[in-house]
């Protein structure tokens, strides 16, 4: 009887730490992200910040600055950042500090999860880097 417990209980604990947090495909990707924080500091409500993932690889954003565009690739489980090109606008010095976290972390993201209805973009040891909030259009 004990035996039997403790096998479910381990069953129930392993499915419940499966559905914390699950991989990433391209076709959840896709869409339009906020991004709610970056490097665990959160990013500034009044001039919201995103991540545009398009179908075939294209990346646009705007980091509440600038707006930048670049590529992405997602494979093997491997999702790529590579902003290539953006606008050199001056802003107050929350948003420029803003827009240079965001774009001195995008280069590192090494893969993404999602936990919940969130989008947890991680570096290549798997610390969460950003955290993103699909945008419905």
């Given amino acids: 009887m004990i035996k039997h417990f403790l096998s479910a209980a381990a069953v129930i604990f392993s499915l419940s730490a499966c559905q914390s947090t699950s991989e990433i495909e391209t076709e959840t990707l896709i869409g339009q992200w906020h991004i709610e924080s970056v490097l ?11 991540l545009v993932f398009d179908e075939q690889g294209k990346l646009v954003g705007n980091t509440s600055c600038n707006p930048f565009m670049g590529q992405y690739t997602l494979k093997n489980d491997v999702l790529t950042l590579n902003p290539a090109a953006s606008t050199r606008k001056a802003c107050i010095e929350a948003l420029m500090t803003q827009e240079r976290n965001v774009m001195q972390t995008l280069p590192k993201v090494h893969g993404a999860k ?12 798997g610390e969460t880097i950003m955290v993103l909030s699909r945008l419905t259009q």
């Fill in 114 to 125: 999602f936990n919940r209805s969130r989008l947890l973009l991680v570096n290549e040891e």
């Fill in 40 to 50: 665990s500091q959160p990013t500034i409500d009044y001039s919201p910040a995103k």
